[in-house]
């Protein structure tokens, strides 16, 4: 999960996904699919989808200069008041690697996140933190004395995983009808490959990775998760 830089690079990564049935039933499973996640974060990855699928079709979303133009975060134009490169480059993805890999982590982690908050805490905590992450980032790069240019939803997705860390710690583990120590552990495993990947804006995972989690305790996304687990687990038991 990368906010890409210029000349970036993404180490390869191997997940094991659920199967689509093939023959008729693949459009049933993929429905099936669809209708199982949590609706602000499909409407969010869609979003992502959608910008890059029109991009793609204006121009070369590996070219540093035709994304500056389209809305990614470059730190002289913030500098220069144009502060809403902050959100929309949280939309922007530098091929196509880069989006699968942030829209696939996105699509577990933050239906874990938002079915166990719900949606407004859930939008706070990705927008919000997202924001956080790119503002850290760019007064990192200022700081250094950098103009880059930048873009991607991972570092609102790190403030999922943020938020999603302090609950699992504040609630031992628990989390709905998720496990919360294989969350944690793809959680790691995130932190890890970003860290080690190049061309990575680690600033902004690092600033929302800190933001999702302060976010999640003013929020009570602990105490709201933990009531959603109460919930599942007398389901259960009726069931």
Do not use: W
């Amino acid at each position: 999960m990368q906010c890409m830089q210029v000349a970036k690079r993404i180490a390869n990564t191997r997940l094991d996904l659920p199967k689509i049935a093939e023959g008729g039933n693949s459009m049933e499973e993929i429905k099936s699919f669809l209708r199982s996640r949590q609706p602000v974060n499909l409407i969010i990855a869609a979003a992502n989808i959608l910008v890059f699928l029109v991009l793609s079709f204006l121009g070369d979303t590996e070219n540093a200069a035709f994304m500056a133009a389209h809305g990614a975060s470059v730190t002289a134009y913030v500098e220069q008041g144009e502060y809403y490169r902050l959100f929309t480059c949280m939309f922007l993805h530098f091929g196509l690697e880069h989006l699968f890999y942030n829209m696939l982590v996105l699509i577990f982690l933050g239906d874990a996140l938002e079915e166990a908050v719900g949606k407004v805490r859930y939008l706070v905590i990705y927008l919000g933190g997202g924001l956080i992450g790119n503002v850290v980032s760019v007064l990192i790069e200022i700081q250094k004395g950098e103009s880059i240019v930048s873009a991607g939803a991972s570092g609102a997705i790190f403030s999922v995983i943020g938020a999603l860390v302090f609950i699992v710690l504040k609630n031992h583990g628990n989390l709905g009808t998720y496990s919360g120590k294989r969350l944690v552990l793809m959680a790691v495993l995130s932190i890890l490959q970003s860290m080690t990947a190049t061309g990575v804006d680690n600033s902004a995972h690092i600033g929302g990775f800190a933001a999702g989690f302060v976010l999640a305790f003013l929020l009570g996304a602990a105490k709201k998760a933990a009531a959603h687990t109460d919930f599942v687990d007398k389901e259960r038991k009726n069931f």
